[in-house]
């Protein structure tokens, strides 16, 4: 007995219209182009946490912040920004933090409008409605800059931005900044490692445009020995770096040994 299978039309689709010389322009058609990328963009990073799921990255220019254009996600929207932007710092000694601070939707009889400001602020507390881009803390006198010598540089505490306290989008939860993972796979694979844990994470670190949350506890635990454990965001780069200095240094470093001193007895 032969199954008998019935096409429906509002499974998987794509319908594009077409604009011809002669034709009548129908408001479904411009509906279509309208609605097609909003819900592409939509279904694609569903499942995905609140924070940045494309570019954003942060250059300086003297006495400016450029942010480049980029796609967060937060509360279920994304919001795009299509040019950079460049928002003035100045040297303070306290550590500032850079945000996007998301405003309440608007409605008029046009749009629903999910608006958003870039600012700097020196309170170290995001509330519901912000996110982090990076942070820094520059001296008086001191320049800020944005270029970071080696992977160790990302934690420097003065006139250096900081990427690792950002909130980066992942599946499910936000992950690590993938700037500051790429610069320790880079290293650590130009030391030839021989772990085969240290290979898998560092090319997946490079292949991949973000390294789920997950990947990053389950490396450093697995590798370093540790009980497993949701890592903080300082936790992982101090841990990544300890793994690096054992590679770099041609040693084994296992658990939490590290930097404790070796009691030897003489009988």
Avoid: W
Avoid at 5 to 13: M, R
Avoid at 85 to 94: D, I, M, Q, W
Avoid at 118 to 138: P, W
Wanted: proline content about 3%; charged content about 25%; some cysteine.
């Amino acid at each position: 007995m032969k199954t008998r299978i019935e096409v429906d039309d509002s499974l998987f689709a794509n319908q594009y219209p077409h604009f011809q010389k002669g034709r009548i322009l129908k408001r479904e058609m411009l509906e279509n182009l309208r609605d097609f990328p909003r819900e592409f963009l939509d279904i694609y990073f569903q499942d995905y946490s609140n924070g940045i799921i494309a570019g954003a990255k942060i250059t300086v220019a003297d006495t400016l912040l450029i942010i480049s254009n980029g796609i967060m996600k937060h509360n279920g929207s994304l919001y795009m920004l299509t040019d950079s932007f460049e928002l003035p710092y100045e040297a303070t000694g306290n550590e500032t933090i850079l945000k996007v601070r998301f405003a309440e939707e608007v409605n008029d009889l046009d749009f629903s409008k999910h608006t958003s400001q870039i600012v700097l602020d020196d309170s170290l507390e995001l509330a519901h409605n912000e996110l982090e881009l990076a942070r820094f803390k520059l001296k008086l006198g001191a320049k800020l800059r944005s270029q970071h010598i080696d992977f160790f540089d990302f934690a420097t505490e003065f006139n250096t931005v900081n990427y690792l306290h950002c909130q980066y989008a992942g599946l499910q939860k936000s992950t690590y900044h993938p700037v500051v993972l790429q610069y320790f796979a880079r290293e650590l694979l130009k030391n030839r490692p021989t772990n085969p844990y240290d290979i898998a994470f560092a090319m997946e670190c490079i292949n991949q445009e973000r390294v789920q949350r997950d990947a990053i506890d389950f490396y450093i635990c697995n590798r370093l020995e540790l009980d497993y454990q949701s890592l903080t965001n300082s936790q992982i780069h101090k841990y990544l770096n300890r793994i690096l200095m054992e590679a770099k240094g041609g040693g084994r470093m296992k658990g939490l040994s590290q930097g404790r001193p070796k009691r030897v007895i003489v009988d």
